[in-house]
């Protein structure tokens, strides 16, 4: 027997000394009375220890031998090899418990709980502080502050990228961005705007009119060379316009003569101002139109010249107010008189409404939403109009077939005015913001801005020049598909414009407007033909077709007499003239 169990031992000796593959050396050690335990390590040199209760209760039939090799009296290292089980360690390591406490693991902190916010958060990293210049678990970036409008948005949440001249995308510091690298166009290669140049055929900048030739005023040419108007004797419309908005009071809604003041109709003295009779107004919920100094935070470097400050994007374009109209609700304005809104405000199904009738469902006297051209009975736009339906033929099918004459929130605004001697026309200035862009462009909620006329003066084909006066929508706008019709002033006709020279999405010119993640046009003029000496009719209405959400806003100022005027049958020449 003590052969045997020698045998056994050395067996298990050897078994010991045998290192696993990667050369790591286990230890094995038996008892009567424990499992074996087997120290070791991983691959990687972690030590691992695992251990496995011993299965088969050892058994003893004879007394321990003696080592006849060493002389030495020892108890053997297995008793009995028919009752033995050789025991293995399974027993792992614990995981790292979150919330225990104790920072284990790979746990930057543990403050034992798995409240959010408090410093550690549940997930055992330390919480992100916005605006300490360290990108955090959760922060999409932090620029060191937590203010919007730079690299990194308030929250952290929103990285904006460095601008790219020439992607289309204005973002600070770029002035304007066309996406393109051509000089003089109006944006420099460098995305600076180009300096005017009078006498290209562009407005822009402080220019007044720029017809593109060097005739300096005279028998049809109603532009100077230096870019300012030229008023022929036959005009009596003013030269100078006296301002009348400097002094009003923005918070007092009952006096809603204020709103055509605000848009620069002072009803003074003909030699200075624009004369108007029969002021109608009609907003039952006085937080739907507003007077304003200013709208948004955004400015600009107005003027190139860094030693003036800069100005507001969208602030008045005549004297010290404009009027704002929504199919939804405007904030109340600043201390300083400007309306500011929060971010994305004005989108959204329960966004937008406001106290102003849904009903009737047709548009409000004297508009009417039917083709007026070819004596009413349609098909020859701005040609044979009927002298009461809309002569743009752009409204019916809009109203009626994509609409389903379904108005919501309407505002509208009417007046009389007689046309000076010698004058064929007017303009105004005018920004359309909607809530419905992006998601809403070619579907059915498309909110509706119309500027409308009647002129009544009798049609003389055979005078020279013809007389074609015309009646009915005068914020159409060139239908790119066919160059000799119009599209009325939706965000599906304005979506070119919006892409091109208006504002959208991240752009900064839409801070401060509620109207982010959306869009904004930039400053629009539009212009309307009329009969000198005749006694027209204008009209101004907004209103949220097909539901009553998500707002849509319009700004408007500078209505001015036009010595020069224009012919609707040409398409370019009246309607919307959208910036160059």
């Not at 300012?228 to 809604?253: G, I, M, Q």
Request: glycine share 12%; hydrophobic share 25%.
């Amino acid at each position: 027997m003590m052969t045997r169990h020698l045998s056994i031992g050395l067996s298990t000796l050897l078994l010991a000394a045998c290192g696993e593959d990667d050369g790591n050396v286990s230890a094995t050690a038996a008892s009567d009375s424990q499992g074996t335990t087997d120290d070791g390590t991983t691959d990687d040199g972690t030590p691992t220890t695992t251990q496995t209760p011993q299965t088969t209760a050892p058994t003893t039939s004879e007394s321990a031998g003696t080592d006849s090799d060493s002389g030495d009296t020892s108890t053997a290292g297995v008793t009995d090899s028919d009752a033995t089980t050789t025991a293995v360690d399974t027993t792992s390591a614990s995981e790292p418990v979150c919330g225990d406490g104790e920072v284990e693991g790979d746990e930057e902190c543990d403050d034992g709980n798995q409240d959010a916010g408090d410093g550690c958060e549940p997930s055992c990293v330390p919480t992100p502080v916005c605006g300490n210049e360290v990108v955090e678990q959760g922060e999409a970036c932090d620029d060191g502050n937590t203010e919007d409008g730079d690299e990194c948005s308030a929250d952290c949440q929103t990285a904006t990228p460095d601008p790219v001249c020439g992607d289309s995308t204005v973002q600070e510091p770029e002035e304007c961005d066309d996406g393109n690298d051509v000089p003089g166009d109006g944006c420099e290669p460098n995305c600076t705007v180009s300096p005017p140049m009078c006498g290209n055929g562009k407005v822009e900048g402080t220019e007044q009119c720029d017809d593109g030739n060097d005739i300096n005023g005279g028998p049809g040419d109603f532009c100077k060379n230096d870019c300012t108007p030229f008023f022929p004797a036959s005009c009596n419309a003013p030269a100078d316009y006296v301002v009348c908005d400097d002094a009003l009071d923005l918070a007092n809604k009952a006096d809603k003569t204020q709103a055509h003041k605000a848009m620069g109709i002072c009803n003074g003295n003909a030699a200075d101002s624009v004369q108007i009779t029969d002021w109608s107004f009609n907003a039952a919920d006085n937080a739907s139109w507003q007077i304003a100094k200013g709208f948004g935070s955004y400015t600009y470097d107005h003027d190139m010249d860094a030693n003036t400050p800069n100005k507001l994007l969208y602030s008045p374009r005549e004297g010290d107010t404009m009027l704002m109209i929504s199919t939804g609700t405007i904030t109340t304005p600043n201390a300083q008189g400007i309306v500011v809104q929060p971010p994305n405000s004005q989108a959204g199904i329960f966004v937008g409404a406001n106290g102003n009738p849904d009903l009737p469902d047709a548009m409000p006297a004297p508009m009417i939403a039917k083709d007026g051209s070819n004596g009413g009975l349609g098909g020859t736009p701005f040609k044979g109009c009927d002298g009461v339906n809309d002569c743009s033929d752009t409204l019916q099918y809009q109203w009626f077939e994509v609409a389903s004459a379904n108005p919501n929130d309407q505002l509208w605004f009417t007046f009389k005015t007689t046309v000076p001697a010698g004058t064929f026309g007017y303009t105004f200035d005018f920004v359309f913001c909607s809530s419905e862009w992006p998601v809403f462009v070619g579907g059915s909620f498309n909110d509706l801005l119309v500027a409308w006329q009647v002129d009544p003066t009798p049609a003389d084909p055979n005078a020279n020049p013809p007389v074609e006066p015309y009646t009915g929508n005068v914020t159409f706008i060139p239908d790119p598909g066919d160059p000799t019709k119009g599209l009325p002033l939706t965000i599906t006709a304005l979506d070119p414009y919006y892409e091109g020279p208006g504002y959208t999405y991240q752009e900064p010119q839409l801070q401060g407007t509620g109207f982010e993640q959306h869009a904004c046009s930039d400053w629009f003029t539009a212009k309307g033909g009329v009969q000198p000496g005749a006694e027209v009719t204008i009209g101004f209405y907004i209103t949220d077709m097909g539901d009553s959400g998500y707002t849509s806003t319009a700004l408007l100022d500078n209505f001015r007499w036009d010595c020069e005027g224009c012919v609707p049958s040409e398409v370019d020449d009246c309607g919307v003239m959208p910036p160059m």
